[in-house]
């Protein structure tokens, strides 16, 4: 039924005239393919504390990484908002129509004093960020495609099919980002999913029911939400955990069923839904993973993924906890001291107050001037010191600087350990607190 709705006529016809402004953004070299925008995070008076789950844990992400050495304002990609046009690409006009309730937008994201806000709020505080994230994810597509790999700090909405959202996933943002690639990249046919969020990824599921082009690999929980068995028909390879699988029996399946999957079908494009709500501890996901072992987690898919040339892109998915953040911008250092994700021109760009013009390219054309760098800086400021920075890790070793910013990759002698160790002394946060579905 949700395939009947994305093959429509008037989408088939749009689809043939529609621009989209991820595939116009003008990225340039000196930019990580990195996403991130401050317009993620979702701050609305207080009432994000009402339900206890880190609001601002993309940010927090991203602050990090940049406290890190990783990463500038200026060296990142910063998505526009996705336009209802874009969103009508995959979801149906009634779908988009329905989160004009607040009632509704208080059910898909699991806050119930949602419910009592007027829409024009709703839509501006909840929705909005949603909507950034999604553009992120579709540009992360396109960014995977031209450099290799991509990473969207946000993004990772999987319970969000073309028409139904839920499990706080209010747009379909890996279905968008699928479903653009394969109409705006030539040679792009066949994409593989692997979702190891902990909860099952039914709504990518639903969105391509039957479609031959697309291979889903899906690692879950099968205890927990949402116990879709009509979605599980579209999983070419599917593991369904027990509770408080541990990190030896849940690596195990990861590698053998990433190795596997990528044997029998050989993608264009691997989307890697990298839910973090497999920690041990996380309340809903009720797994008993390791930091240690979500970073050798992403470490596998990266690793078996690059090392056979497949562009990949990771979205960050569910995972709530006040420690995820840390956990996540830990996991993305990792790839980088492994050399699995470079951008040298990123690493040695110059600092933007010197004469050098703004690289934020999203923007760049229309915004590059004094003003904006000023505002951009106030901006960068604010984010800064709303920020509890004290248990912020230590620089990462810098890149091989023979390494370029692309596909073409070395591999480092110990790249086929998996077991290696990552760096030990990035230190996390304690406090353990409910965490939203994802
Ligand atoms: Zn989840």
Redesign the pocket.
């Known amino acids: 039924m949700a395939e009947a709705l994305i093959s429509s006529p008037e989408i088939e016809e749009r689809r043939v005239k529609f621009k989209c402004q991820q595939y116009e953004a003008d990225v340039k070299a000196s930019q990580w393919p990195i996403i991130y925008s401050s317009e993620y995070n979702i701050s609305f008076c207080g009432l994000e504390k009402l339900h206890p789950f880190d609001a601002g844990k993309w940010g927090r992400i991203f602050e990090f990484l940049k406290a890190a050495g990783m990463l500038r304002e200026d060296t990142i990609v910063e998505p526009m908002e996705a336009t209802d046009e874009e969103l009508k690409f995959v979801h149906s006009a009634r779908y988009l129509c329905s989160l004009r309730w607040s009632l509704t937008v208080a059910g898909i994201t699991e806050i119930p004093p949602v419910a009592l806000l007027p829409n024009f709020l709703v839509q501006r505080k909840v929705l909005r960020p949603f909507r950034y994230q999604t553009s992120g994810t579709i540009m992360a597509g396109k960014l995977a495609l031209e450099r290799g790999w991509a990473i969207n700090i946000g993004g990772g909405f999987h319970h969000c099919s073309s028409d139904r959202g839920g ?1 706080f996933c209010a747009y379909a943002d890996i279905t968008l980002s699928i479903k653009f690639a394969f109409d705006k990249i030539e040679g792009v046919s066949k994409v593989m999913i692997i979702d190891l ?3 099952q990824g039914n709504g990518h599921e639903r969105d391509f029911m039957d479609d031959a082009r697309v291979f889903i690999l899906d690692i879950y929980n099968r205890d927990i939400y949402p116990h879709d068995g009509f979605a599980k028909r579209a999983i070419r390879r599917k593991v369904e955990l027990r509770c408080y699988t541990n990190n030896e029996t849940y690596l195990e399946h990861v590698r053998r069923n990433v190795e596997r999957a990528l044997n029998e079908f050989t993608p264009d494009l691997v989307v890697y839904n990298a ?1 973090t ?1 497999i920690l041990e501890g996380d309340p ?2 009720s797994l008993s993973i390791t930091p240690q072992g979500i970073i050798e987690r992403d470490q596998i898919v990266f690793q078996k993924c690059r090392t056979r040339g497949l562009p990949i892109f990771m979205v960050t ?3 709530y906890l006040r420690e995820t953040a840390r956990i996540v911008a830990d996991s993305i250092l990792n790839l980088r001291k492994l050399n699995l994700i470079s951008c040298v021109e990123a690493e040695t760009a110059p600092l933007i107050d010197s004469d050098v013009p703004l690289t934020s390219l999203t923007r760049s054309r229309s915004d590059g001037g004094l003003f904006a760098r000023l505002k951009r800086s106030c901006l960068s400021r604010a984010s800064s010191s709303s920020q509890n920075m004290s248990d912020l890790g230590s620089p990462a070793e810098p890149p091989s600087p023979s390494h370029p910013c692309g596909i073409e990759l070395s591999l480092p002698k110990d790249m086929t350990d998996l077991d290696s160790p990552v760096d030990p002394s990035l230190d996390r946060g304690t406090s353990n607190t409910a965490a939203i ?2």
Do not use: P, R
Request: net charge negative; proline share 0%; aromatic share 0%.
């Open positions: 499990g969020d902990a909860h839910g709500d809903l996901g998915s569910g995972g579905d994802h």
